[in-house]
């Protein structure tokens, strides 16, 4: 059995892999997967780590508990400029918890996101996304759907959701855009990430003064009633990761999403003939795009061996999602968009106890937004070819800056 303790690779590429096409997974996530599944990469700190490249692998990472997902563990994964030092200025996030901590953060939140509340919610986001769409065509043709649907939308679902005023919201998205970037420097990202704990700080005083119907409002009292005092930092940490996971994938998605069906009409036309078909449909686009490429890393806490690989205790672990929704032998031809194949096994939203505590709240935002986009607007179209849009290749999350549109 091969024992190996880095990979044997001469060219280590660094991580993140930067994508140039919108359409196609960089060659290296082929190239590794074929080869050796198991190996390394450079993080941005210079230190190396494991990257995990085919999807049974990915699926069985990350729900093995001989890995962690504590950041603040000197083993995690550097995944950013500035990225792990930045996180000292929170409380833990549910993101980095484990066992029981995660469980005892994570239960109370789950009814709030189950698909039955999800569901109830639903004439709101019509609401929402009808208000969007009015307010685009009013504005044009052309129009940038980024400004007008994809990151309106979103961010006003999840700011009523959690009870962030205009304002507190308003500087939160400025402050994000500057950390998602990859150009951010490590001193850069550290101040950003003050101004953000500043800022999350300000609104659980908020809520604290001035409850409501919301999900900070309600934890807050739940605290105060099950521990007879509130976890600050802790209610600011989570508000946070609400914030980020609530806005950003999904409004990167909801233009990709535009993007790839535009440009891809017969795929377009699958939904547009059976809604009932954009459930399934959305787990495609999920997975053939999968924006977060950055989520889904641990740290051994022991000693591991994964396919003859020995991975030793304090070594850092990359589940790559990306080149686990492009592994052939779980989709075949997964470089095409087939809004007809089963793509449920996709891991864009993660997997296992970390899989996304927001998923039925993204999908179904995404659903309503798909359906009555192409329904309200049936000539919709790119303003220019898809190659020459503005994509965030720079970007911690792939996503689009711009996206005008004309119909």
């Not at 030092?85 to 066992?99: C, V």
């Amino acid at each position: 059995m091969e024992h190996r303790t880095s990979t044997t690779s001469t060219d280590v590429p660094a991580f993140p892999i930067g994508r140039t096409c919108p359409f196609a997974v960089p060659d290296v996530y082929e190239q590794l997967r074929d080869g050796e599944p198991i190996s390394t990469v450079t993080m941005s700190d210079g230190r190396s780590a494991w990257i995990l490249t085919r999807h049974d692998d990915v699926r069985r990472l990350m729900i093995d508990p001989r890995f962690s997902s504590d950041r603040a563990d000197p083993g995690f994964p550097a995944m950013s400029g500035g990225g792990k030092q930045a996180f000292d200025h929170f409380a833990k996030f549910l993101i980095s918890m484990d066992g029981e901590e995660h469980s005892a953060v994570r239960k109370p939140l789950i009814s709030q996101f189950s698909m039955r509340a999800i569901a109830a919610f639903r004439p709101r986001i019509q609401q929402i996304v009808d208000e969007a769409i009015d307010g685009m065509l009013e504005q044009g043709p052309p129009v940038d759907l980024v400004a007008h649907l994809s990151s309106v939308v979103p961010s006003r679902i999840i700011a009523e959701l959690m009870g962030v005023t205009p304002a507190h919201l308003t500087t939160f998205y400025e402050l994000a855009a500057q950390f998602l970037n990859r150009e951010t420097t490590a001193q850069e990202r550290d101040g950003i990430a003050r101004g953000m704990r500043s800022n999350m700080d300000a609104l659980v005083e908020l809520k604290e003064r001035e409850p409501g119907e919301d999900i900070l409002s309600r934890e807050i009292a739940r605290q105060r009633a099950e521990q007879g005092e509130i976890d600050r930092p802790g209610l600011a940490s989570l508000a946070q990761l609400m914030l980020l996971a609530g806005h950003e994938s999904t409004a990167e998605m909801i233009s990709l999403g535009v993007v790839g069906l535009l440009s891809h009409p017969d795929q377009l036309r699958v939904i547009l003939d059976d809604p009932s078909k954009t459930p399934a449909a959305i787990d495609e686009l999920l997975r053939y795009f999968s924006v977060v490429e950055i989520g889904m890393a641990r740290v051994a806490l022991e000693d591991v061996e994964i396919r003859g690989v020995q991975i030793k205790a304090g070594d850092g672990v990359i589940a790559s999602n990306i080149a686990a929704n492009h592994d052939p032998s779980v989709f075949p031809d997964p470089g095409a968009l087939d809004l007809q194949r089963d793509a449920r096994q996709h891991v864009a939203q993660g997997f296992g106890a970390h899989q996304c505590i927001g998923m039925n709240l993204a999908r179904t935002e995404l659903a309503v937004i798909y359906d009555t986009l192409f329904k309200r607007v049936p000539t919709l179209r790119l303003e220019s070819p898809a190659e020459e849009l503005p994509f965030k290749y720079d970007g911690l999350i792939f996503g689009l800056r711009s996206l005008p549109v004309s119909w």
